[in-house]
């Protein structure tokens, strides 16, 4: 029984860290050969970069974000050797969702993709831009501070008399005097 646990125990790590040693680079660049798309989380109208490290040669690659909506653009060499970068600006009529971004590398059949997601609005911004809520709201029924004092008192008024005379009423009800 042991033996048997052992030997699927050996198996199952055996999988796992071949399936590490061949699992495919990471989206975000950190893994090798990946595109790195930056900032990741976009709104419309925002300008992304895309780096590469993993083109031969020059370093240049030919970007493709036609999934979202930008066309095509060009990953020149960057500071760095090896790496070629390259940025679009996302339509203000893009969609929200994720999309996939494409690098072909000018030298060789290198493809390498990341993923771009779209929002209507970002989480930085809405943290840095909370605003409190100021004003009446215009429902029609009026409130205790509204703009006129007089309408008020006279609402309440009514309030004050129609409360009084139910009160009345169901008092002469309750004493069988009838209505």
Excluded: N
């Excluded at 029984?1 to 199952?12: I, K, N, Q, S, Y």
């Excluded at 061949?22 to 090798?32: E, I, L, N, Q």
């Excluded at 215009?138 to 008192?153: M, N, S």
């Amino acid at each position: 029984m042991r033996r048997t646990a052992r030997l699927l125990t050996g198996t199952a790590l055996a999988v796992t860290a071949a399936g590490l040693a061949t699992a495919p680079a990471r989206a975000d660049g950190s893994g090798s050969g990946g595109l790195q798309v930056s900032p990741a989380g976009v709104v419309p109208g925002d300008t992304v970069t895309v780096k590469t490290a993993v083109c031969p040669g020059r370093g240049t690659a030919a970007g493709d974000a036609t999934a979202v909506g930008a066309g095509t653009f060009t990953l020149a060499p960057g500071a760095h050797q090896g790496e070629a970068s390259g940025e679009f600006r996302v339509p203000p009529s893009a969609q929200p969702g994720t999309y996939e971004i494409v690098a072909r590398c000018a030298e060789g059949d290198k493809r390498v993709t990341g993923d771009l997601v779209v929002t209507l609005t970002t989480a930085g911004a809405a943290a840095r831009e909370q605003v409190e809520p100021r004003g009446s709201v215009k429902t029609g029924v009026g409130g205790a501070l509204g703009p006129d004092p007089v309408h008020t008192t006279a609402g309440v008024a009514a309030l004050a008399v129609a409360a009084a005379g139910g009160t009345w009423l169901l008092h002469r009800r309750a004493r069988g005097d009838g209505i």
